[in-house]
């Protein structure tokens, strides 16, 4: 039962662009969600994250879009460089569910220079 | 510098043995976790702990198990019940439900 879904395993965008990464949730009690950006052999590191109160929350380059009603969220890149090429996660957690966090299964994300 | 630790970055195993992973951090986050990652795969939550003394059994439990003695430290042990152990091993903590998890850098295990 995946609760958090990326249905796309990998993006292909041209430098200086916009990425979108696409995030589903089956849980409605999800209030809190997060994208991590990983290199291989390393661990996740944060990028943005945003609660279930707001629908938008940017950071320079990174921008977390929350659709409640679809239970969607998404990450915008804009402008892609070519340093941002990485798997890219969503997760989520819901206080009801203690600490517990569920991650998607990742998008891969290449950015052509 | 704050952060989270894990040791050793690159463990084997032989058929039939336990081994247990490290991690500690020195952030004062309640809560700790335990990911594993297949290869092409997402993060899958093998265990987790709230509070010291006390943690539960995330998606994929079997064949683990934690201890949280201390606040900064949730060692994972691979039992030789687990059946698949070749992975990348991922600790992560936080101040709890609502804010930022952060990683450690991985465990590798392999078995040989």
């Known amino acids: 039962d995946q609760q958090v879904k990326q249905n796309s395993p990998s993006l292909s965008v041209q430098e200086g662009r916009i990425s979108i990464l696409n995030c589903d949730y089956t849980?409605?009690?999800?209030?809190?969600f997060l994208w991590y950006k990983k290199y291989p052999a390393e661990g996740p590191t944060f990028l943005i994250s945003?609660?279930?109160?707001?629908d938008k929350n940017e950071d320079g380059r990174f921008t977390v879009f929350l659709n409640k009603s679809a239970k969607h969220l998404s990450l915008h890149i804009v402008p892609s460089q070519p340093g941002d090429s990485a798997v890219y996660f969503c997760a989520a957690s819901a206080f009801t569910g203690g600490f517990k966090t569920i991650f998607g299964a990742g998008t891969r994300l290449f950015v052509k220079a | 510098d704050g952060g989270i630790t894990q040791s050793p970055k690159y463990l084997f195993r032989k058929e039939g043995q336990n081994v247990t992973l490290s991690c500690e951090q020195n952030?004062?986050?309640?809560?700790m976790y335990w990911y594993r990652q297949d290869p092409g795969q997402g993060l899958r939550l093998i265990y987790y702990?709230?509070?010291?003394?006390?943690?539960q059994k995330g998606d994929i439990a079997e064949g683990y198990s934690v201890s949280r003695e201390k606040k900064e430290s949730f060692p994972l042990t691979v039992t030789s019940a687990q059946k698949n152990p070749t992975a990348f091993y991922l600790c992560?903590?936080?101040?709890?439900?609502?804010?930022?998890?952060?990683f450690g850098e991985g465990s590798w295990l392999t078995v040989v």
């Open positions: 992560a903590s936080s101040m709890g439900h609502g804010n930022t998890i952060y």
């Open positions: 952030l004062n986050h309640d809560a």
């Open positions: 702990s709230q509070i010291v003394n006390d943690f």
């Open positions: 849980n409605s009690m999800f209030d809190y």
């Open positions: 945003i609660s279930s109160i707001k």
